[in-house]
């Protein structure tokens, strides 16, 4: 069984950064990839960034140069490292990592942006 717990949201002034943390029960090598969603009010879920099992990294165009995906092999843990954070940003912030047997997803992390 596969869990994943998301943690590090909250609330910050635009121009603020936050650190997202998501930490998997055991080891993330199985994991052919890792990475990032949200889900703004009234919006549908979007890829934020993706984090393979190759090292490869991959991110929307809305966060380009202001976030920064990274793993921790060691902690079993993905960060999402949130800087220059906008009002748009503000959303549910959701873990996800896929093996060949399905996807799983964490319970979600609220990110509110606003002054």
């Known amino acids: 069984q596969v869990q994943l717990v998301e943690s590090g949201g909250g609330l910050v002034q635009p121009g603020g950064s936050l650190r997202l943390s998501c930490a998997a029960s055991?080891?993330?090598?199985?994991?052919?990839?890792m990475g990032w969603y949200r889900q703004a009010p009234g919006k549908e879920r979007e890829l934020v960034a993706v984090?393979?099992?190759?090292?490869?990294?991959n991110y929307a165009d809305s966060v380009k140069g202001r976030f920064t995906v990274a793993r921790d092999n060691g902690e079993n843990t993905l960060y999402l490292q949130m800087n220059s954070l906008k009002p748009e940003d503000t959303a549910v912030y959701y873990c996800?990592?896929?093996?060949?047997?399905?996807?799983?997803w964490g319970q979600g992390t609220q990110v509110t942006v606003s002054s």
């Open positions: 996800n990592a896929g093996t060949q047997f399905g996807s799983y």
């Open positions: 055991g080891s993330i090598f199985r994991f052919n990839y």
């Open positions: 984090f393979s099992r190759s090292g490869s990294t």
